[in-house]
């Protein structure tokens, strides 16, 4: 069974600092690895994915995710945060060997960048 | 070019009683998921529609049950509530044809439900 973890709740981060948003998967087959943002009272936001190709993904708004298969990682980068990059950050997988396109979500990462 | 909507944005309902909630996909879409997120965890997968037939479900009990009409829309119903339903349900979209399985969903901005 396909499984995301996140291992912190929360991250917290200063204005023009790096950022980084953990995440280890698990997944039978071949992982397609997505990261979401949801704000307050909001869906979520697609920010980019992983299918095939370059370990080294990027998407909107300045993050990036690298895909490392030997660990079993998509971690999400951003060089420099900005504070209206505070929100909840998802990271979820499928795999090329399920029917469906549904997804399997982590628990979510609380970001906040400090001014 | 509309996204993906949802309604009611709110609702409140009582344990017993049965609830519909309904998703329009994004234009162009086939495909639409169903998830519940409940308050401080990740989206949980419900089900998923393709072709108006339920391609795939989650582990979710027979309370939960849905239909996706020829327009690509889709409901969500739930029966014989319990407190424990009180989430945020939402509803992605993806297509057309459901595949591959590494295409991207697009969620709706959720139905809040709060069972009493």
């Known amino acids: 069974a396909q499984s995301v973890a996140q291992p912190e709740d929360q991250v917290n981060v200063a204005e023009g600092n790096p950022l980084t948003v953990k995440c280890t998967y698990s997944?039978?087959?071949?992982?397609?690895l997505f990261w979401y943002v949801q704000y307050p009272n909001r869906g979520l936001q697609f920010l980019l994915k992983?299918?095939?190709?370059?370990?080294l993904v990027k998407g909107s708004y300045g993050f990036e995710a690298e895909f490392n298969k030997s660990q079993t990682s998509f971690h999400l980068k951003k060089p420099s945060a900005l504070v209206s990059d505070s929100a909840l950050y998802f990271c979820?997988?499928?795999?090329?060997?399920?029917?469906?396109?549904?997804?399997?979500f982590g628990t979510g990462t609380s970001l906040t960048v400090i001014p | 070019d509309a996204g993906v909507t949802q309604s009611p944005t709110h609702l409140i309902k009582t344990r017993g009683q049965q609830v519909t909630l309904r998703c329009s996909p994004k234009?162009?879409?086939?495909?639409v998921s169903w998830y519940q997120q409940a308050l401080g965890q990740g989206p949980q997968f419900i089900f998923q529609?393709?072709?108006?037939?339920?391609?795939q479900r989650g582990n979710f009990p027979d309370r939960f049950s849905g239909h996706q009409f020829p327009n690509y829309s889709s409901e969500l119903n739930v029966n014989a509530l319990l407190l424990g339903d009180s989430a945020l349900y939402l509803c992605?979209?993806?297509?057309?044809?459901?595949?591959?399985?590494?295409?991207?969903?697009?969620f709706g901005p959720g139905t809040r439900l709060l069972v009493l």
């Open positions: 992605a979209s993806s297509g057309p044809g459901g595949r591959p399985p590494g295409g991207t969903q697009y």
């Open positions: 997944v039978s087959g071949n992982p397609y």
């Open positions: 992983y299918i095939t190709g370059d370990n």
């Open positions: 979820a997988v499928s795999s090329h060997l399920q029917i469906g396109n549904q997804f399997y």
């Open positions: 234009s162009g879409h086939d495909t």
């Open positions: 529609y393709y072709e108006e037939e339920e391609r």
